[in-house]
């Protein structure tokens, strides 16, 4: 499948995600795109990647433009925003209205109007609309789903999780502002990709930041994998890959979290 890139070029590491887990996926290649602000670099990351002269765009209009002048059996099909923030929406917008499918990156809008609109869009357009929730391409988070949803584990009565940040060690051990009372992290030494305190062999060996776990490329194809069922029109399980509606819930969720600050940390209906 014609696969296109609004964002993503020269430093972009969430970009690069894309197109490693798109191929991975074994169902897009990358034809075209406006891969940066600065269209001399889009041609520059283009002519990296292979893409032909005419397949780089200096925006999304004209990318929308171009494409859309071509057969239909030679137009890109879907496209990744994966721009910043603020432009998710917009772009997003613009992409829908004109018969393209979206893989978007998070979040996918900045308010929930926004996200409401996307979601009433892609409801009118029949168009299949992706969201990067990344983590949700895991296999075991994926079995998680499944025991809750099947009520093997019953009711959930507390979620414990891990999301290890080595920045936070010299808070913990340094010499000022130390933090007392921790002696959990005491009991163990944790090493992680991407860390200072690592090898050179280790660190030339990784391809993404510190923070990221190992297997977040296969995690997204699982995700691309699911889109491309969807348009494709093939059976897929519900849950593949995170739709508009999760997007909507999202946004929800953060503008209560958002209100219930403001309000003394106080219940918010969502």
Same mark, same amino acid.
């Given at each position: 499948m014609k696969f296109g890139m609004i964002g993503g070029g020269f430093g972009a590491f969430i970009g690069d995600a894309h197109r490693r887990a798109s191929r991975i996926s074994n169902r897009f290649e990358l034809t075209g795109g406006a891969f940066d602000v600065d269209y001399e670099k889009g041609k520059e990351f283009a002519r990296s990647e292979? $893409?032909?002269n005419n397949r780089c765009?200096?925006? %999304?209009?004209?990318?929308? #433009?171009?494409?859309?002048?071509?057969?239909?059996?030679?137009?890109?099909?879907?496209?990744?925003? +994966? #721009?910043?923030?603020?432009?998710?929406?917009?772009?997003?917008?613009?992409?829908l209205e004109n018969g393209f499918h979206v893989m978007c990156e998070k979040p996918m809008t900045m308010t929930v109007e926004e996200a409401e609109e996307l979601q009433q869009l892609v409801a009118t357009t029949g168009l299949t609309f992706a969201?990067?929730?990344t983590y949700t391409g895991y296999p075991m988070v994926r079995e998680m789903r499944e025991l809750i949803k099947q009520r093997i584990l019953?009711?959930?009565?507390?979620v414990d999780a891990q999301y290890y940040q080595g920045w936070i060690n &010299? $808070? $913990?051990?340094?010499?000022?502002?130390? $933090? *007392?009372?921790?002696?959990?992290?005491?009991? #163990?030494?944790?090493?992680?990709?991407?860390n200072a305190y690592n090898t050179e062999f280790a660190? %030339?060996? %990784? *391809?993404?930041?510190?923070?990221?776990?190992e297997g977040i490329y296969e995690s997204l194809a699982n995700i691309? &994998?699911?889109?491309?069922k969807s348009i494709?029109? /093939?059976?897929? *399980?519900?849950?593949?890959?995170? #739709? +508009?509606? /999760?997007?909507v819930r999202g946004m929800k969720f953060v503008h209560s979290v958002v209100k219930s600050n403001k309000e003394n940390s106080s219940w918010v209906d969502l």
């Open positions: 292979g $893409i032909a765009y200096a925006s %999304i209009v004209e990318f929308i #433009t171009g494409e859309l002048s071509l057969p239909a059996n030679e137009r890109i099909e879907a496209v990744a925003i +994966v #721009t910043p923030n603020f432009l998710h929406f917009p772009h997003a917008k613009l992409l969201l990067a929730h019953g009711d959930i009565q507390r &010299s $808070i $913990i051990h340094g010499r000022e502002n130390k $933090i *007392t009372g921790v002696w959990r992290l005491e009991p #163990t030494r944790v090493y992680m990709p991407g660190d %030339i060996s %990784i *391809t993404m930041p510190a923070g990221h776990p691309y &994998s699911g889109f491309a494709r029109d /093939e059976s897929f *399980t519900e849950g593949e890959f995170p #739709t +508009v509606n /999760e997007g």
